[in-house]
């Protein structure tokens, strides 16, 4: 399946009526945002963030060698991502960055859209300036421990979980127990079977499963749970711990978004930290002069918890607050790719950036596609619809077909109000000659009203009913493109389409733009 094989269309985010009010402000530049973050993106904010952004050549190698380290679970590395881990040494090489949780089998399929948008951006920048050398990079979200939001995906409508008992950071886990998902799948999948029985946790997995799938790309996955990369958070750790500075700043940006009629996307903590070990990953609160790490027996005095994170920055892990912060201490970073509540609470970070000198990058909108396989393309076609009509409700598709097949709208209002009228006309008649029969007219009207009301409903199931194969035809092909109601992204995974398109990730690539901050929609041919 290549784009040649495909009609490409783009809409506006707006008309697929599926993106929030702040990122439709967002991308028509509404000046109500301007305040929320730095740069928008265009070629020419890319050239001004490069003057800006500062990473020196320290960090760099400590970089280089955290990442070579983590490519040493890798056998084979791709020669596009060996050259762009040599290339993070230049000082005239920059990241754009994406991230996104270990998913097991990649979760939904916007972990790929991220990825690839994160490829394309990087390819346009290299165009625009040749001088510079751009890689793609995909932050692994490896100390979240919300096993649950991770540890399953749908497939071919079907969910598969991979059940454990281990706790703690999701990247440390052992891959033991995800033979028996490999097992129960219909099929099998080669990269994701040598990746979940050779490597010896999630982390590697997913860093083998991106390198399988992206490598030819160049695309470089970094762990941030690494004690050297650690020491550049230290001061951020230590200003966290004492003076719980981006919460209050947080909170001052909230205020600004709700006053401008913005919902928070996320929320603050006193202090944005957990406190990080084998098993374990657990807030870190203040409880008067102590702190403490909450489920544990662990307590600091303010001296033994800054001294703990000078000796051991490991085992302090940023939350959502603090995490994008430490991306851009540890990258060259020029801008990061996130879905639409991502964007969002990267809008309530800005002041944070500012108190710690950190240039805050570009944030950009993930690409969105619709891909319309040829069946379905088929039957939209036999419906005379075409793709942006399918983002409509399936109600008002009902109505729009019943216009095409000739059908006058159900709709018995005219004839309730006639009723109305002449009910009125009865009742003052009624009222001039006994007024006690004005009760009993308004009984013999709401009787009227009730029988046209049924008929009404009898009128609908009949017309539905003569038309109901059409009307199951637009029902499946709603669940096919929209399942459970959602756009296909956020439901279906990878395989789902790779299974019958090998090509699907190189077509993406083709047809990704991800300056031109439109929906694609892939409708094969």
Same mark, same amino acid.
């Given at each position: 399946?290549?784009?040649?094989?495909?009609?490409?269309?783009?809409?506006?985010?707006?008309?697929?009526?599926?993106?929030?009010?702040?990122i439709a402000d967002y991308l028509a530049q509404n000046e109500k945002m301007q305040a929320f973050y730095h740069?928008?993106?265009?070629?020419?904010?890319?050239?001004?963030?490069?003057?800006?952004? #500062?990473?020196?050549?320290?960090?760099?190698?400590?970089?280089?060698?955290?990442?070579?380290?983590?490519?040493?679970?890798?056998?084979?590395?791709?020669?596009?991502?060996?050259?762009?881990?040599? /290339?993070?040494?230049?000082?005239?090489?920059?990241?754009?960055? #994406?991230?996104?949780? &270990?998913?097991?089998?990649?979760?939904? %399929?916007?972990?790929?859209?991220?990825?690839?948008?994160?490829?394309? =951006?990087?390819?346009?920048?290299?165009?625009?300036?040749?001088?510079?050398?751009?890689?793609?990079?995909?932050?692994?979200?490896?100390?979240?421990?919300?096993?649950?939001?991770?540890?399953?995906?749908?497939?071919?409508?079907?969910?598969?979980?991979?059940?454990?008992?281990?706790?703690?950071?999701?990247?440390?886990?052992?891959?033991?127990?995800?033979?028996?998902?490999?097992?129960?799948?219909?099929?099998?999948?080669?990269?994701?079977?040598?990746?979940?029985?050779?490597?010896?946790?999630?982390?590697?997995?997913?860093?083998?499963?991106?390198?399988? !799938?992206?490598?030819?790309?160049?695309?470089?996955?970094?762990?941030?749970?690494?004690?050297?990369?650690?020491?550049?958070?230290?001061? *951020?750790?230590?200003?966290?711990?004492?003076?719980? %500075?981006?919460?209050?700043?947080?909170?001052?940006?909230?205020?600004? &978004?709700?006053?401008?009629?913005?919902?928070?996307?996320?929320?603050?903590?006193?202090?944005?930290?957990?406190?990080?070990?084998?098993?374990?990953?657990?807030?870190?609160?203040?409880?008067?002069?102590?702190?403490?790490?909450?489920?544990?027996?662990?307590?600091? =005095?303010?001296?033994?918890?800054?001294?703990?994170?000078?000796?051991?920055?490991?085992?302090?892990?940023?939350?959502?607050?603090?995490?994008?912060?430490?991306?851009?201490?540890?990258?060259?970073?020029?801008?990061?790719?996130?879905?639409?509540?991502?964007?969002?609470?990267?809008?309530?970070?800005?002041? *944070?950036?500012?108190?710690?000198?950190?240039?805050?990058?570009?944030?950009?909108?993930?690409?969105?596609? !619709?891909?319309?396989?040829?069946?379905?393309?088929?039957?939209?076609?036999?419906?005379? &619809?075409?793709?942006?009509?399918?983002?409509?409700?399936?109600?008002?598709?009902?109505?729009?077909?019943?216009?095409?097949?000739?059908?006058?709208?159900?709709?018995?209002?005219?004839?309730?109000?006639?009723?109305?009228?002449?009910?009125?006309?009865?009742?003052? !008649?009624?009222?001039?000659?006994?007024?006690?029969?004005?009760?009993? *007219?308004?009984?013999?009207?709401?009787?009227?009203?009730?029988?046209?009301?049924?008929?009404?409903k009898k009128l609908a199931k009949a017309r539905d009913s003569k038309h109901e194969q059409t009307f199951k035809?637009?029902?499946?092909?709603?669940?096919?493109?929209?399942?459970?109601?959602?756009?296909?992204?956020?439901?279906?995974?990878? /395989?789902?389409?790779?299974?019958?398109?090998?090509?699907?990730?190189?077509?993406?690539?083709?047809?990704?733009?991800? !300056?031109?901050?439109?929906?694609?929609? /892939?409708?094969?041919?």
């Amino acid at each position: 399946m290549e784009v040649t094989d495909m009609k490409i269309s783009k809409v506006t985010y707006a008309a697929t009526g599926a993106f929030s009010q702040t990122i439709a402000d967002y991308l028509a530049q509404n000046e109500k945002m301007q305040a929320f973050y730095h740069r928008f993106p265009t070629l020419e904010a890319f050239e001004e963030q490069i003057k800006e952004k #500062t990473f020196d050549k320290a960090q760099r190698h400590t970089l280089y060698l955290a990442l070579q380290e983590q490519y040493g679970s890798v056998a084979d590395i791709h020669p596009a991502v060996q050259q762009h881990l040599e /290339l993070l040494q230049q000082p005239n090489t920059y990241t754009v960055t #994406t991230g996104h949780q &270990l998913n097991i089998f990649t979760g939904p %399929l916007y972990f790929v859209y991220k990825i690839v948008t994160a490829i394309n =951006t990087c390819r346009q920048l290299k165009a625009a300036y040749p001088d510079y050398n751009f890689v793609p990079v995909y932050w692994m979200a490896t100390e979240d421990h919300d096993f649950a939001e991770i540890n399953h995906f749908n497939l071919f409508g079907k969910r598969y979980t991979w059940e454990s008992e281990q706790k703690g950071a999701v990247g440390r886990f052992a891959t033991a127990g995800l033979d028996k998902v490999l097992e129960e799948l219909p099929e099998a999948f080669p990269v994701f079977e040598e990746a979940y029985r050779n490597s010896k946790t999630l982390a590697d997995a997913t860093r083998a499963i991106t390198h399988a !799938l992206f490598g030819e790309y160049g695309l470089v996955s970094i762990d941030g749970d690494h004690a050297e990369l650690k020491k550049a958070l230290i001061p *951020v750790v230590e200003k966290e711990l004492t003076e719980q %500075l981006s919460n209050r700043l947080v909170e001052e940006t909230n205020v600004q &978004l709700e006053q401008l009629g913005y919902r928070p996307q996320v929320f603050s903590r006193e202090i944005n930290l957990f406190y990080l070990q084998e098993g374990m990953r657990e807030r870190i609160v203040q409880e008067g002069d102590r702190y403490s790490v909450l489920n544990t027996d662990l307590s600091f =005095t303010q001296q033994e918890i800054l001294q703990e994170a000078q000796e051991h920055p490991e085992r302090f892990s940023p939350n959502v607050i603090l995490r994008p912060l430490y991306e851009e201490l540890v990258l060259p970073n020029l801008a990061y790719i996130g879905g639409g509540a991502e964007v969002a609470y990267w809008f309530q970070l800005c002041k *944070v950036f500012e108190a710690h000198q950190v240039t805050f990058p570009i944030i950009m909108l993930r690409n969105s596609a !619709l891909y319309i396989s040829k069946p379905n393309a088929t039957r939209m076609h036999k419906l005379g &619809l075409q793709p942006l009509d399918l983002f409509q409700d399936y109600q008002e598709l009902k109505k729009k077909l019943s216009a095409q097949l000739h059908e006058v709208e159900l709709d018995l209002e005219t004839q309730r109000k006639a009723v109305a009228r002449a009910f009125k006309e009865v009742e003052e !008649l009624a009222a001039g000659i006994d007024p006690t029969l004005v009760k009993a *007219v308004a009984a013999e009207q709401q009787k009227a009203n009730n029988s046209l009301q049924m008929l009404e409903k009898k009128l609908a199931k009949a017309r539905d009913s003569k038309h109901e194969q059409t009307f199951k035809q637009l029902e499946n092909l709603k669940d096919k493109l929209f399942p459970n109601g959602s756009l296909q992204e956020r439901q279906d995974n990878l /395989l789902s389409y790779q299974t019958n398109h090998p090509n699907f990730i190189p077509a993406l690539v083709e047809a990704f733009d991800p !300056l031109e901050f439109k929906f694609t929609i /892939l409708e094969e041919e």
